[in-house]
Each structure stands twice: as C-alpha cells, then as structure tokens.
C-alpha cells in the first residue's frame, strides 16, 4: 500500500523560507507526476508546483520564483523549498503522486497534508 507523508510544516514570518517534504512509501511501478497543491480555508485546492518523470517542473504564476518542487529518487521523496513567503500563501500543503502499478492500474494519492502559517 503507497503512503505520502508530509513534514516541513510550521509558523514563518513573511519574508521567510520553509522546506517541506513528502516520504512516499510502498510501491509504484511507474510514477507519471509528482505534486505540491494547497488549499486555504474556503478556497479550492490548487496546484503549486509539478514535476514529471524526467524532471520538468510547472508554477504557477503567484509562486514562480519563490517555490522550488524536487525529487529524491533514491529516497523516495519529493520536496518543496518556499522562499520570500507572503501571508497568502497560508494553506493546508498536500504532495500528490499519480502512477502505475505493475499491473497497469492507475494510483492517484494525496498526503495528510502540513500546515504552512506565515504571519505578516
């Protein structure tokens, strides 16, 4: 069974940095992208950063150049560096990972997600 946990989570002021990261354990044969999402209260959940197989990463405009989305092969592990934080980017953070088994059935799963509170 594939579990995502996220840590990393926590109080910053703005202007400040934090890293958060997710430890996928278990088993995906193929894995077709990996991702950091958000949701704020009484806001829809959104992506904040993606990134494929080989490497390619997507932003989104409120955090292209303050967010980073990377990926420990060997540990199994994705990460996301939050730089120059603002008070909009307070939110619930889930990392997502979609894939294959090897038996060719789709796994799409969500982490509990960590708490990102910065104060202004």
């Known amino acids: 069974q594939v579990q995502l946990v996220e840590s990393g989570g926590g109080l910053v002021q703005a202007g400040g940095s934090l890293r958060l990261s997710c430890a996928v354990s278990?088993?995906?044969?193929?894995?077709?992208?990996m991702g950091w999402y958000r949701q704020a209260p009484g806001k829809q959940r959104e992506s904040v950063a993606t990134?494929?197989?080989?490497?390619?990463?997507n932003y989104p405009d409120s955090v292209k150049g303050r967010f980073t989305i990377s990926r420990d092969t060997a540990k199994n592990a994705l990460y996301l560096q939050m730089n120059s934080l603002k008070p909009e980017d307070t939110a619930v953070y889930y990392c997502h990972v979609a894939g294959q088994y090897r038996t060719g059935n789709y796994y799409s799963g969500w982490g509990q997600g960590t708490q990102v509170i910065v104060s202004s």
């Open positions: 990134i494929t197989p080989s490497g390619s990463t």
């Open positions: 278990g088993t995906i044969f193929r894995i077709n992208a």
